[in-house]
């Protein structure tokens, strides 16, 4: 089992900047993707970024040039470094772990919220 733990949301002025931090712990295979979902009131979970173990990293279109997704591999950490914050951009943020292994199981963080408030 894999348990993830975030923090760093809060609220925060439309051009500001948050960090977002999550540590895996448990029985983590060496080979995963790990990655931060959002979900907005109505809307559908969508993935904002994610990394793989190697360093490979994909991004939604909405968030290029103003985030930034990183990991520590030692630590089993994965950070998004938000920027350029727009009102948009609020959402609960969960952090998600893909393992390497088939059945490629998903591990999800509790959530964590990023409002943008004026």
């Known amino acids: 089992q894999v348990q993830l733990v975030e923090s760093g949301g809060g609220l925060v002025q439309p051009g500001g900047s948050l960090r977002l931090s999550c540590a895996a712990s448990?029985?983590?295979?060496?080979?995963?993707?790990m990655g931060w979902y959002r979900q907005a009131p109505g809307k559908e979970r969508e993935l904002v970024a994610a990394?793989?173990?190697?360093?490979?990293?994909n991004y939604a279109d909405s968030v290029k040039g103003r985030f930034t997704i990183s990991r520590d591999n030692a630590k089993n950490t994965v950070y998004l470094q938000m920027n350029s914050l727009k009102p948009e951009d609020t959402a609960v943020y969960y952090c998600?772990?893909?393992?390497?292994?088939?059945?490629?199981?998903?591990?999800w963080g509790q959530g964590t919220q990023v409002t943008l408030s004026s």
């Open positions: 990394i793989t173990s190697g360093g490979s990293t």
């Open positions: 998600n772990l893909r393992d390497g292994r088939w059945p490629r199981l998903d591990y």
């Open positions: 448990g029985s983590i295979f060496s080979i995963n993707t």
